[in-house]
């Protein structure tokens, strides 16, 4: 059964940095993983992705500020938020396309205050 457990997320202040980590039970990190966030009254929207290879895709909102990385020793992905606005309150969701089929973990919360 594949599970993933969030973690990280919290309260920061504008300008401010977090580390989300994405732990990875009955399949591995190595798969094609991702973040996606819904914040307050948006739809949910695309952050970033890595792929086999270390491919790695970033969303508009997500360049140049935040990076996508695994470490495969820990089953584990990572995403380090950088230089935060309240733009970017959300649910905070990772995935795994496994087999083919895509699992989401249940999310974490990011708030940022201004």
């Known amino acids: 059964q594949v599970q993933l457990v969030e973690s990280g997320g919290g309260l920061v202040q504008a300008g401010g940095s977090l580390r989300l980590s994405c732990q990875v039970f009955?399949?591995?990190?190595?798969?094609?993983m991702g973040w996606h966030r819904q914040g307050p009254e948006k739809e949910r929207e695309f952050v970033a992705s890595i792929k086999t290879g270390d491919r790695r895709n970033y969303g508009d909102s997500a360049l140049g500020r935040f990076t996508i990385s695994r470490d495969n020793d820990k089953n584990t992905l990572y995403l380090q938020l950088n230089d935060l606005t309240p733009d970017d309150t959300a649910i905070y969701y990772c995935?795994?396309?496994?087999?083919?089929?895509?699992?989401w973990g249940q999310g974490t919360q990011v708030t940022v205050s201004s």
């Open positions: 995935y795994i396309i496994h087999d083919g089929e895509n699992y």
């Open positions: 009955g399949s591995t990190s190595r798969n094609t």
